[in-house]
């Protein structure tokens, strides 16, 4: 059994509700007719009967709870939790407040299929929200931020993929499986917000990729070899949120900085960082920022034939996650059993 095949049969044993809410897109249709299909989870698709008809997708949809903003009768329920959850906020443009009333914030979200998902899940309704197909990661994300916000705990939403070896395996993940991140919301993370991705992103290594995480604080210096404080000072940023992590997670097996080389070739690792128990050995990457990690996923997907799922969110009360707009149908239904994993 492979590794997806595992994570489609972990996710029907939870039998979770997932919401989707993008009906307007084919590809949102097609999986959500394969999920229930295939018994992975059960889903809600928003979106109205127009709306299905014009993505063009004519798969079986029974089974499959739809839900119509403007025909649901808990919409005032879902306008009243918003109204609550943002009460007080101001509109920054205007000055005014966000919702003026609760009228104000149903007229809002029969507007936006995103928050009302959102809203979906907040209400208990649902167990996990799946979004982005065709929206921005800022548009599928700031639903969460506002109403479903952060868990005990954590101060810092990010995000990570699961990267799947192709046919034929990788000599230097003998797992078959790594885990990357930040590669999707942290543009310049600080180095406390490092740190929280790297603990975050070894939770899910464990819990999702069902991996023993040994975690590896990329850079392009490895032990101090390198020094851009002149400039930019990333290096040490590197080096204190290493500290930073250990401390917050001392069982955690975790090392940096590291050049990628010496992080995943035990040859290499043993020549630049001697002694580490993670160098030539990591199988969670975690990269300085988002320009290196989202260049670093997609070289590994498009020119190394590596499988992301994902990114997959971490730091949420509730599990919410964000596809990436070049995803395809498989991608959607892996998401899918990642976040009822997450629930």
Known sequence: MNFVEDLLNKAKAANKTIVLCEGEDKRVVEAASKIVKDGIAKIILIGSD???????CNADLSGVTIIDPAKDSNADKYAELLFKAREGKINKKTGAPEYADVAAAKAAILKDHTMYGALILKAGDADGFVSGACHSTANTLRPGLQVIKTAPGFKTVSSCFIMVAPEGGNPYVPEGVAVFGDCA????????ELADIA????DTAKKIAGIDPRVAMLSFSTKGSGNDAKFYDTVTKVQKATELAKAAAPDLALDGEFQF??????EVGELK????KVAGHANTFIFPNINAGNIGYKICQRMGGWMAIG??????AKPLNDLSRGCNVDDIVATVAVTALQA
């Open 50 to 56: 127009e709306d299905i008809k014009a993505s063009g």
């Open 185 to 192: 919301i942290n543009i310049e993370p600080t180095a406390e």
């Open 199 to 202: 603990v975050a992103s070894a």
């Open 261 to 266: 080389d010496a992080a995943v070739a035990p």
């Open 273 to 276: 960082a001697p002694g580490s």
């Open 311 to 316: 990114p997959i969110c971490q730091g949420f």
